[in-house]
C-alpha cells in the first residue's frame, strides 16, 4: 500500500511538473533552480526553507539558520523532522576552513550487544525497529546548540520564536504528508494506544496545531540545552519512556554529547569534497567509490549509460563490503581510514572489475541478506550571504522512527537502534549488515550512511548537497555530485535525473521505476546484473545548492518530495 501511494504520489508530481522534466534520463540542458544572489536555504518543506531565510535575512548566518530550519522541519515534517533523533552537519566557512559535527543518537547506558536476539540467537523481529527499545538517547538538540554556540550570532530566542510560532499556528498537510498520515495510522494507534495528532483524519490543506511542541520549544528557548537533558523536558521524556519499556534514564540523557568531529576530505578531479566522517560511512564509502572510479571516462561514457552504471555499481559494491565489516563508532572501534581510502588499496580492489560480466559478490566478502522498511531521515543545505556553506541531514532512522509519539512533548522518538548490527551477517531494516564494528554496546553510536557534503572548486565553494534513502544516501549524493560535474547538469536537472543503486548485498541493481530504458535493462540482464525496479519508487529526495561562475546560488529541490528552496 504504501508503494502504491508513493508511486501515485510520484506520478501526480511527475505529471505536473512534465514539462520541466527530463523523459527518462534525457536530460534538457537548460532548466535551473530557483537562483538567487546572496543566501539559500533548500529543504523537505517550503515552511522551514522560509524559516531559515529568514532568520539569514535578519542578519543571522547558515548557523543560526541551521537551528531554525531543523527545529521548523521537527514542526512540518514529523516524518523525519526531530527533535527525539539525531543527525551530522558539515560546514565550510567563508575562510575555506572545515569542519563536522556528529550529534548522532547513542545507545542507552542499559544496552546489550544481544539485546535483540532471543534465547536460539536469533533477532526478534520488530525490537530494534518499533516501540521503546528501538529508541537511541536523541542528539538533535544538543546538536543545534554547539553548533549554535560556536558559530551563531543571533539570540537563541530570536532564531526560535519563528519556529514556536509555526508550531502555535500550524503548518499545512501536503498530499504526501495526507499519504503517510493515512498509511500509518494503524501503526501508531497499536504503538501509542489512541489515535494521534498525526491521524488518518487529515487531509490535504488542513492545518495542524501542535500546542505541546511550541511549548516544548518555548522551555528550551528559554532555559537553553539543558532544559532537553537535564530539565523539566528530560524528566517528562523518561518519564514517558520508562513507561512505555524503555531502558532510557536521565543519567542516559545527561551524558549526551555532540562532537566535533574532522571530516573525511580528498580530491576527485579537481574537486576537493568534504563529507561527514564515522560513525556516517557516508564520507569514507563516497571518497572509496570517487576513488574507485576517477581512472574511467565517465564522462565518454554518458549519463546513465551501461558502462558508467557498471562502474559505479562495481565501485559502490566494494564500498558497501567494506562498510559491513570495518565501520562503527570511532570512540569503540579502530577504523582504517588511511587504508580504506588509500589509492593502492582502492586500486586492488578494483582489479577484478571487468565489463564482460558483473564481480561475483562471494569473491568481494560475504553474508546472506533479505527484507527491507523504509527509507527516511531528512537533509538540508544552506549558504549564507557571509560565504558560509552548511549541509546537514537527519534522522528518526524509518519514518516516523519508533513510531512512539509524547503527547505531552509534541514529538516522535526515533528507532535509531536498528542501524547497529543487531547479529552479525543480519540485515537491518536497510537489507545493510554489519559486523562486530557496529555490534551494541552502552553508549556507542550506531554507523549510518548520512552523507552531508560540500565541494569546493579550486580553492572555493562549489556545492552543498546531501540527501535521505537510508542506504542508498551514498549512491544517491554520488550521482548528483556525478551528474554536475562529469555529465554538465544544472543543480536541478542533476537532483531529478534518475538515480541507481547497489549495496553489494543483496546482489542486485534497485532502479527507480519506469525511469529507465528497457533496452539497458535488458543489455545490464544479459551482462547477468540481476534489476531490481520495484524496491525503491525513489532513490533519495535530494536538495543541494550549487555556487554558478558569476557568484549566484543556484537551488536544488528534488521533486521526489515536497522540497523547496528559498533564499534571497
Ligand atoms: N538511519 C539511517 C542512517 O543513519 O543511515
Redesign the pocket.
Known sequence: MKNILFVFTLLLLFQSCKENTPPKDKVQTSKRGLITKKAMVVSAREEASIIGSDIMKKGGNAFDAMMATEMALAVAYPYAGNLGGGGFMVYRLADGSTGGLDY?EKAPKAATKNMYLDTNAEVIPNRSTVGPLAVGIPGTVAGIFKAHKRFGKLPIKEVLQPVIDLAKNGFIVTKNQEGRFKEKDSIFRAVNGHKLLFNNDLKKGDRVLNFALAETLSRIAENGVNEFYKGETAKKLVEFLNEKGSIITLEDLAAYESKWRDPIEFQYDNLKVISMSPP??GGICLNQIMKMIEPFDLKDYGHNSLKAIQVIVEAEKRAYADRGFYLGDPDFVDIPVETLTSDIYLEQRMSNFSFKAPTPVDSISHGKIEGYESDQ?THYSIVDQFGNAIAVTT?L??GYGSKLFVDDLGFFLNN?MD?FSSKSGVPNV?GLIGAEANSIAPEKR?????TPTILEKDGELLMTVGTPG??T?ITSVLQTILNVEEFGMTMQEAVEAARFHNQYLPDEIRIEPNRFDKKLIEQLESLGYIINEERSPVIGIVDGILVLENGTLEGGADPRGDDTAVGF
Do not use: H, K, V
Open positions: 548522532r556516517a560511512s531521515t534522522t532512522n524509518s535509531e542501524d536497510y550506531m554507523l549510518s550512511s548520512m537510508g542506504s544516501i
